[in-house]
């Protein structure tokens, strides 16, 4: 199975400013990962596809890059709404798997 | 607008069963790739089962596999789940897709606990 990895586990940024996690897979797998935004009490909402596509109506301040076993998600100035959770998700092996998620906290 | 809704959640003794429910609309879900993710309490997501749009082809995570099963007919998909245990208290969401999960329900709450 492969196991995704966060880092870190929680990122402390002012609002303005860039946030940057990163996500490691124990193995490669390719550019078939997902990004997921979640808000306390919501569920999960996908915000990146193939590792760098933004879904359907998702702003440009949010990229994603990487490939491989190596992954960035990239928020750039930084608005009150993004301070949430993030989980990367691997779906090119069976069984998918999410990483441990990273909390983006208000400095 | 596309909606997932899940029902069927609740309190339930170790060893119980419940059948979980996720009707969706706003698409075709019969003829979509549909999934259960959990999330215990306070912890990450954790991907529990996925259905093919023919229903040929099921997979389950180790966690549950011999104890739930994952069905659909034309307007709902379900999650049966047997045995219960305490680490199955989790936040169930039905989630669409093969690949990316693109739309979520807002998830149903099971509780395993005497």
């Known amino acids: 199975e492969i196991v995704m990895t966060q880092s870190p586990a929680t990122l402390s940024v002012s609002p303005g400013e860039r946030a940057t996690l990163s996500c490691r897979a124990s193995q490669s797998v390719r550019s078939n990962v997902a990004w997921y935004q979640q808000k306390p009490g919501q569920a999960p909402r996908l915000l990146i596809y193939?590792?760098?596509t933004r879904a359907t109506d998702i702003p440009a301040r949010f990229s994603g890059s990487g490939s491989g076993t190596e992954f960035t998600l990239t928020i750039n100035s930084l608005q009150s709404e993004d301070f949430a959770v993030y989980y990367c998700h691997q779906y090119n092996n069976w069984p998918p798997a999410f990483g441990g998620g990273t909390k983006v906290e208000i400095e | 607008e596309v909606q997932l809704v899940e029902s069927g959640g609740g309190l339930v003794q170790p060893g119980g069963s419940l059948r979980l429910s996720c009707a969706g609309s706003?698409?075709?879900?019969?003829?979509?790739?549909m999934n259960w993710v959990r999330q215990a309490p306070g912890k990450g997501l954790e991907w529990v089962s996925y259905i093919s749009p023919s229903s040929s082809t099921t997979y389950y995570a180790d966690s549950v596999k011999g104890r739930f099963t994952i069905s659909r007919d034309k307007n709902s998909l379900y999650l049966q789940m047997n045995s219960l245990r305490a680490e199955d208290t989790a936040v169930y969401y039905c989630a669409r897709g093969r690949g990316d999960f693109d739309f979520w329900g807002q998830g149903t709450l099971v509780t395993v606990s005497s």
């Open positions: 193939g590792a760098l």
């Open positions: 706003g698409f075709t879900l019969v003829t979509s790739s």
